[in-house]
């Protein structure tokens, strides 16, 4: 499935709903291609959990049920909702698939809507049950480093603030070890370095205030801003061709926490009928 306008070209899939490309009409790909050799997502939506859990459970009204990381939205078929040349939604709705790791009613809805040099995606999940639903959801996006026109240049992220926030990292068993670290942020800014990634993820469990700015030394940028997405993540499997910016409402459950739903950090508690809305801007920007 593809949406354009005169600055971007975007195509997805059904598969996850997943982004699959953003391009300029100067032939500049933005998103991450997907090479198996690296890591073969993209852009993949986290639902109903982000990251790991113990011993690939999650504990739910005292029930244990099998998750995988990251949840099941990424594997899972979404159906077109509505088609427009420059916007399209798709949805996933509860399935006999679902139910067997996550024993709620519910949708999760997808927009990407182009406005100008900026995708805007918004996420609707309801509640459908007759009792409150714990989940966690999470963008994922991996974009290409370098950015276009970028090669040889040094990559940065600025923060929308000076802001030096300290972070956390994965343990072996893939759950966030308690330790807090020093900030990798001098004054709100991040030069990237693969060494950086060496122990995995940065977390950043209070989150990014507002935004980042994602970009090369010459000018090129990935300006991304966002709505109720308290936690952020920053990954890259060293030396690879992509650098992922995460904001996320939900985390990896915390190493000695058990495996509770409600246990994770940031799980959003829906109550019934009700739905919550989480939205992601990417702007995107060709140096000279």
């Known amino acids: 499935m593809r949406i354009a306008n005169g600055d971007l070209a975007v195509e997805i899939a059904a598969l996850g709903a997943e982004l699959q490309s953003i391009a300029s009409p100067d032939g500049g790909q933005w998103l991450w291609h997907g090479d198996p050799q690296w890591w073969s997502g993209r852009a993949p939506l986290l639902f109903p959990v982000v990251g790991k859990s113990p011993e690939g459970v999650v504990g739910i009204e005292g029930k244990a049920y099998p998750m995988q990381p990251h949840g099941f939205a990424r594997r899972s078929a979404f159906e077109v909702v ?5 916007r399209l939604t798709l949805m996933l709705k509860a399935s006999a698939a679902t139910r067997e790791s996550f024993p ?4 999760l809805s997808v927009t990407y809507a182009l406005e100008g040099h900026a995708l805007v995606t918004t996420v609707e999940v309801g509640n459908l049950d007759t009792r409150d639903m714990p989940f966690g959801f999470g963008f ?5 480093w370098p950015l276009p026109g970028g090669t040889g240049q040094r990559h940065y992220v600025r923060l929308t603030t000076d802001d030096e926030p300290r972070y956390q990292l994965l343990g072996s068993d893939g759950l966030i070890a308690p330790e807090a670290h020093p900030s990798p942020f001098t004054k709100g800014e991040l030069t990237l370095d693969p060494k950086l990634f060496e122990k995995d993820a940065l977390l950043f469990p209070f989150g990014i205030d507002g935004g980042i700015t994602y970009a090369a030394e010459g000018g090129s940028s990935v300006v991304l801003s966002w709505s109720n ?6 990954w890259q499997k060293p030396g690879a061709p992509y650098i992922c910016l995460e904001p996320w409402h939900g985390m990896a459950a915390r190493q000695g926490a058990g495996d509770a739903m409600l246990a994770r950090p940031g799980t959003v508690t829906l109550p019934p009928n009700e739905t919550v809305k989480f939205e992601l801007t990417a ?6």
Do not use: K, Q, T, Y
Request: proline residues 12%.
């Open 82 to 86: 509505s088609e427009r040349p420059d």
């Open 104 to 107: 709620f009613e519910f949708f």
């Open 140 to 144: 994922h996006p991996a974009f290409s």
């Open 229 to 234: 997405l308290p936690n952020f993540g920053l």
């Open 283 to 288: 702007s995107f920007h060709r140096g000279s």
